[in-house]
């Protein structure tokens, strides 16, 4: 049974009408073309289909969007157009930190959520704060860096 | 296909609980994965969106009690100044900061699995829940409610409205689970322990296992067995302690671990627990 739903993504209100019990993950590509968000394992234990929802990080694949009315969604569309969006992806490629790019933009939701979280986030934290987040290219180091790199840049 | 409802209320939640079978859609981060169907979630029966509303949100204070609201997430435990420290451990070691932010108290309550991380220290803590319908409300302890796994005590028409947790003084504590990894790893066995003396006696004593039965384990004829007890009396004890729990810890085989291991390092982990705390005098 469609339902109108109503969010505001990336800053712009959006109206859909949709099943309730839609997945987040599945509306946002499918129907926004916010194709940012991918799916791994479908069960919130990869990350990689990471989003904002009012500034807390969340698996898209575990929300019906009947649950998100009124509430705030951002997606890397959005975050990459913003000041620290853009910090974090310099110090995503000046540290190495994207191989095959499928975690790339979850870890930069998780990045971002970082920075909005902590000033100085310290390694131990960075790693807490990424643990949902899954890469199996880097060994996470590289990542690791990079957010720390995005949050030095940002001090200044 | 299920249809979802939205109550505005409590009472509009409760009116509706009364009228249908509905499945109560707290955080979602279990039902999504367990109804995950081919074309999107696929559940049994209609759903009710609950961790939109105020009242099931509230962690508070209440004399002796704290009360921590069913639709609190795991994240504002762990972040709650009065939440008592065994259990913002447990919880802060759940899954990943992603599934903290969206999973519940009650969610984690009512799914009644044995590898709920967060209900051994409500075991422990002597917490009891308050269960809500149109009829009126009732409370019920840990150990009553939960009757094996994914069965619960929960009636069609209630709601899990809160949990209550006595905010007792302890001065040992231990909770410490075994998985595979860090993160995003369902638990194969974990202990959680407290415990309170005083001029080198056990005033009160509480130990619980988690995954290691259908239901958690705590066994209270044994606790009442080392309460009164000196810490000196205790270490002596410690095999014939390790002999009385191995005979209530009965695991299983499954997916995550086999029942010797799970057994083993559960007797393992009580035995680092009583070592650390009561192998000197205090």
């Known amino acids: 049974m469609k339902q109108k739903i109503n969010f505001t993504l990336n800053g712009k209100s959006v109206s859909v009408e949709t099943d309730p019990l839609k997945r987040l993950i599945d509306l946002l590509r499918d129907d926004l073309s916010m194709i940012s968000v991918k799916e791994g394992c479908g069960e919130g234990e990869c990350g990689a289909c990471s989003v904002l929802l009012n500034n807390e990080i969340v698996n898209s694949c575990l929300i019906p969007v009947g649950t998100i009315i009124g509430a705030s969604i951002e997606t890397v569309e959005g975050i990459r157009e913003s000041e620290s969006g853009k910090r974090i992806i310099d110090a995503f490629a000046v540290e190495g930190a994207v191989q095959c790019g499928y975690c790339t933009p979850g870890m930069m939701v998780g990045a971002e959520w970082i920075l909005r979280k902590y000033d100085k986030p310290t390694p131990d934290e960075i790693r807490v704060a990424l643990s949902g987040n899954l890469c199996r290219c880097t060994g996470y180091d590289m990542i690791i860096n990079a957010v720390e790199t995005a949050a030095k840049r940002g001090l200044k | ?179 595979t990894r860090a993160a995003n790893a369902l638990t194969k066995c974990s202990i959680t322990a407290a415990a309170k003396t005083k001029n080198g006696i056990i005033d009160d004593l509480s130990i619980a296992f988690g995954a290691v039965g259908p239901v958690i384990i705590r066994d209270k004829n044994i606790e009442n067995k080392l309460i009164g007890l000196s810490v000196h009396d205790v270490k002596g004890k410690i095999d014939s302690i390790i002999s009385d729990y191995s005979t209530v810890i009965v695991p299983i085989d499954d997916q995550r671990s086999t029942a010797v291991y799970r057994k083993k390092v559960c007797l393992n982990l009580l035995r680092e627990f009583l070592k650390e705390h009561f192998s000197r005098e205090m």
């Open chain 2, 1 to 179: 296909m299920s249809v979802s409802y939205r109550p505005e209320s409590l009472d509009e939640l409760l009116s509706l609980m009364s009228e249908k079978d509905l499945i109560p859609f707290a955080g979602g981060t279990d039902l999504m994965v367990q109804n995950a169907g081919v074309d999107g979630p696929d559940f049994s029966k209609d759903v009710v969106f609950l961790a939109h509303l105020k009242e099931l949100k509230e962690i508070k204070r209440e004399g002796n009690n704290l009360i921590i609201g069913s639709a609190a997430t795991l994240s504002d435990i762990e972040n709650h100044d009065d939440v008592p420290e065994l259990l913002k451990k447990a919880v802060s070691e759940i899954a990943a900061p992603a599934l903290r932010n969206r999973g519940t108290m009650g969610g984690n309550i009512c799914n009644a699995s044995p590898a709920g991380d967060s209900i051994p220290p409500l075991y422990v803590l002597d917490a009891s829940f308050r269960l809500l319908s149109c009829k009126g409300e009732r409370v019920l302890k840990a150990e009553g409610f939960f009757k094996g796994p994914g069965k619960t005590d929960r009636q069609k028409d209630e709601i899990l409205k809160d949990v209550i947790v006595p905010l007792k003084e302890w001065n040992i504590r231990k909770y410490r689970k075994v998985g």
